[in-house]
């Protein structure tokens, strides 16, 4: 007789009194019996440990206490954790009823799980987002093929606490999870897709995919040159390079569409240069020619 998994669930936290006991009741209330919950809190001054004290004796492990930010409090977590499967929940979202028996029946022997999310917004909005096309290969190039969504994305605990420093890189704030799956799905790609959803993404104006988009990119860009000088990943080298230059083009028109001056042409020229297949699709050619203040009415 199989032995059912268990599910380890790492809650990074900082200042989500509003939201985190939602977060946590979603995951405590799931009917599945084998799991274990682990919050790991960055030194919150809200409400948030008050209400950490009130499961006391319900969750795992939990402690609050600074930390270098979100990855390094995920890979404290990974540390403690036991169980066989494991994601983390950001302490602003929620699992959906009956997400982690659904996660447990359709692991078997692959290496991972894949489900939909839905965002979601204040005001009522709702988005389905499903993972597709995730390889290493995929998540370098990143084409409209490949998606990931990091709530539904659900992975073997020995695998990762085996190669935590490596993987789950401490100085990155916005990519690190980009940067676990590369490394994760080069060894380990044997994926199940789920069709139903599993978790809700909460966007609101304190988080970090609201507040900070415009960062990732930078992040993403520090984690395509680490893999592209690893020799484990030669073979990904011309798909990194491609994958630089579309990054480098893209921050670089943010900054001349952030300045209060016309771009010169020289500038145009030079942005022009790092890529010119991502200038050349429709939305960004009519960018560049909003930099140059030109009429195209």
């Given at each position: 007789m199989t032995t059912a998994p268990t599910i380890s669930i790492i809650m990074p936290s900082l200042n989500q009194g509003p939201f985190i006991r939602e977060a946590i009741e979603s995951i405590l209330g799931q009917s599945y019996p084998h799991k274990e919950l682990i919050v790991i809190d960055g030194g919150s001054t809200d409400a948030t440990l008050d209400i950490l004290s009130e499961f006391q004796g319900k969750l795992a492990y939990w402690t609050s206490e600074p930390d270098a930010g979100q990855a390094e409090a995920i890979?404290?977590?990974?540390?403690?954790?036991?169980?066989?499967?494991?994601?983390?929940?950001?302490?602003?979202?929620?699992?959906?009823?009956?997400?982690?028996?659904?996660?447990?029946?359709?692991?078997?022997?692959?290496?991972?799980?894949?489900?939909?999310?839905?965002?979601?917004?204040?005001?009522?909005?709702?988005?389905?987002?499903?993972?597709?096309?995730?390889?290493?290969?995929?998540?370098?190039?990143?084409?409209?093929?490949?998606?990931?969504?990091?709530?539904?994305?659900?992975?073997?605990?020995?695998?990762?606490?085996?190669h935590l420093d490596e993987w789950l890189p401490a100085d990155l704030r916005y990519a690190f999870d980009l940067a676990l799956y590369i490394n994760y799905f080069h060894w380990h790609p044997r994926i199940v897709y789920l069709q139903d959803p599993i978790a809700r993404f909460r966007l609101h104006a304190g988080s970090k995919s609201v507040k900070e988009k415009s960062k990732f990119e930078s992040d993403y860009m520090a984690v395509i040159e680490r893999i592209s000088s690893d020799p484990d990943f030669s073979c990904y080298l011309p798909s990194c390079r491609r994958r630089i230059k579309q990054?480098?083009?893209?921050?670089?028109?943010?900054?001349?569409?952030?300045?209060?001056?016309?771009?010169?042409?020289?500038?145009?020229?030079?942005?022009?240069?790092?890529?010119?297949?991502?200038?050349?699709?429709?939305?960004?050619?009519m960018r560049v020619l909003k930099l140059c203040q030109l009429d195209i009415s």
């Open positions: 890979a404290k977590g990974l540390r403690r954790s036991r169980g066989d499967i494991v994601n983390w929940i950001n302490s602003d979202d929620v699992l959906i009823d009956g997400a982690l028996t659904r996660i447990a029946e359709a692991f078997g022997d692959a290496d991972a799980v894949a489900a939909p999310v839905i965002d979601f917004t204040m005001d009522g909005q709702e988005k389905l987002r499903s993972s597709r096309g995730l390889s290493a290969r995929g998540l370098i190039e990143m084409h409209r093929s490949t998606r990931f969504q990091q709530p539904g994305i659900w992975l073997r605990r020995t695998t990762l606490q085996a990054l480098k083009f893209r921050i670089k028109l943010r900054e001349l569409e952030e300045r209060d001056t016309a771009a010169s042409l020289s500038s145009l020229a030079s942005l022009i240069w790092l890529h010119p297949a991502s200038f050349l699709r429709g939305r960004n050619i």
